[in-house]
């Protein structure tokens, strides 16, 4: 109950294509959904964040789609770009507390 | 504003023995959180620290411990060192105070122990 599922494993998406990373959880007492990007040898860059209220979040060019009742949550990346090559790791957390549990990570490779 | 410092960013370790990782959080934020990171893997939490005592923990053994100082710096210590302990060790501040609050990661720490 405690996993976060994420899909696909890897991605490649031509320059202005619009990559989708889709994640799911089972237990219903997460309330707080965030999506990080991480380049090789960096930590983990917060990126956008949405909670169970809301269907959508857009912040740029990365939205978050957001299904309550599927207990599934999006990651889509518009006019996706060479500099969004990356893994993605969607996580789900509950409360005020700093535990995240992370999905498995997706690696994007945006291609010129 | 300095982001989540971490200290040493590398580390090489020897199968026994014990390591001391560090984190100065983001300012303005007092609470540490921190996560172990394998190779092509997901963060995966450790324990949480605020007000100097530990809240939270993951399903890490007791080697693994921990302390937060006054001014919200972190250390983590890793005793009896195994092959499995290499990972990147990351670092997370958070602000209680903020409701639903933004955790920040740092660069990690990249132990290897052989």
């Known amino acids: 109950q405690q996993q976060v599922k994420q899909s696909p494993q890897s991605l490649i998406v031509q320059k202005g294509g619009i990559p989708i990373i889709n994640c799911a959880y089972e237990n219903t007492a997460f309330d707080y959904f965030p999506w990080y990007q991480q380049f090789p040898g960096k930590g983990p860059a917060l990126l956008i964040a949405?909670?169970?209220?809301?269907s959508e979040k857009k912040e740029g060019r990365f939205t978050i789609s957001f299904n309550k009742s599927a207990k599934q949550f999006s990651l889509h990346i518009m006019d996706s770009q060479p500099g969004d090559s990356a893994t993605y790791f969607c996580?789900?957390?509950?409360?005020?507390?700093?535990?995240?549990?992370f999905g498995q990570g997706t690696t994007l490779q945006v291609k010129p | 504003d300095a982001g989540v410092t971490q200290s040493p960013t590398h580390l090489i370790k020897t199968r026994g023995q014990q390591v001391t990782l560090r984190c100065s959080p983001k300012s303005g934020h007092d609470t540490v959180s921190w996560y172990q990171q394998a190779l092509g893997q997901g963060p995966q939490f450790i324990f949480q620290?605020?007000?100097?005592?530990?809240?939270q923990r993951g399903n890490f053994p007791d080697r693994f411990s921990g302390h937060q100082y006054p001014n919200y710096s972190s250390e983590l210590n890793v005793n009896a060192l195994l092959l499995g302990d290499s990972a990147l060790y990351l670092c997370?501040?958070?602000?209680?105070?903020?409701?639903?609050?933004?955790?920040?990661f740092g660069p990690g720490t990249r132990l290897t122990v052989t």
């Open positions: 949405i909670r169970p209220d809301v």
């Open positions: 997370a501040s958070s602000w209680v105070g903020q409701g639903q609050p933004k955790r920040y």
């Open positions: 996580a789900a957390g509950s409360g005020n507390t700093g535990k995240l549990i």
């Open positions: 620290y605020y007000e100097e005592e530990e809240r």
